[in-house]
């Protein structure tokens, strides 16, 4: 059973658009994280935030963790090639965590 | 650290054969985790380990498929016998649980398939 959807499924864009991917649950978890995988690799943890109404910031990409604790949106501004990925939205309850369906990004030169 | 390492990186087995999957976590991680991923089903948690102890087999899909950790630098994922449908990448991630503040570390994944 998914309990993360993620919006939109596949999305590609020029460089240096902005874009938003959500995360959306009727769950609440204790903490949410977002994690980005490449193809061949495992996902790598981009960040995690445990606050309703957090905000963070890790260079062009802010991540927000809605206030009720169900749903997280991250934005990028101005996007670049590198940012091309799998984009993977994880929700935390005690000591596991239910990934969500993912949202894979291209960004074209 | 090497992060953690999964082997082999890729497998192809024919059906009915008996399939071990390697995991070693990062140096110190207390939790382990094994995911399976689909383009279908996406990340599924298998089962996870606290202190080498299993603690949720529930996403185990059948008896065919076990998992152990004798100790806490080595974990494995056995299939026996394998079948067409367990085609997927599966995935090993360590983690430290210290007060709920942690993330999880993934392996680059062993892409089997069952032929």
């Known amino acids: 059973t998914q309990l993360l959807e993620q919006s939109p499924q596949f999305l590609s864009i020029q460089e240096g658009e902005n874009l938003t991917v959500y995360c959306n649950s009727s769950?609440?978890?204790?903490?949410l994280q977002w994690y980005r995988q490449e193809p061949g690799e495992g996902p790598v943890l981009l960040v995690t935030?445990?606050?309703?109404?957090e905000v963070k910031k890790l260079k062009r990409l802010t991540f927000q963790f809605g206030d009720a604790r169900k749903d997280s949106s991250l934005h990028i501004t101005a996007a670049q090639p590198g940012d091309t990925g799998l984009y993977l939205c994880?929700?935390?309850?005690?000591?596991?965590?239910?990934f969500g369906t993912g949202t894979s990004l291209t960004v074209i030169p | 650290d090497a992060g953690v390492i999964q082997s082999p990186r890729h497998e192809v087995t024919e059906m009915g054969q008996e399939v071990t999957l390697r995991c070693k976590p990062i140096?110190?991680?207390?939790?382990l985790f094994w995911y399976r991923q689909t383009m279908m089903r996406g990340l599924e948690l298998l089962i996870y380990?606290?202190?080498?102890?299993?603690?949720?087999d529930s996403g185990m899909p059948e008896d065919r498929f076990s998992a152990k950790m004798p100790n806490a630098s080595f974990s494995t994922l056995k299939i026996q016998p394998s079948e067409p449908r367990d085609s997927a990448v599966y995935f090993c991630?360590?983690?430290?649980?210290?007060?709920?503040?942690?993330?999880?570390?993934f392996g680059s994944g062993t892409r089997l398939t069952v032929v």
């Open positions: 769950s609440v978890f204790s903490s």
């Open positions: 991630a360590s983690s430290l649980l210290v007060r709920g503040n942690y993330g999880y570390t």
């Open positions: 935030v445990v606050t309703g109404g």
């Open positions: 994880a929700g935390g309850s005690g000591n596991q965590f239910y």
């Open positions: 140096s110190g991680h207390n939790s």
């Open positions: 380990f606290n202190n080498n102890v299993p603690i949720d």
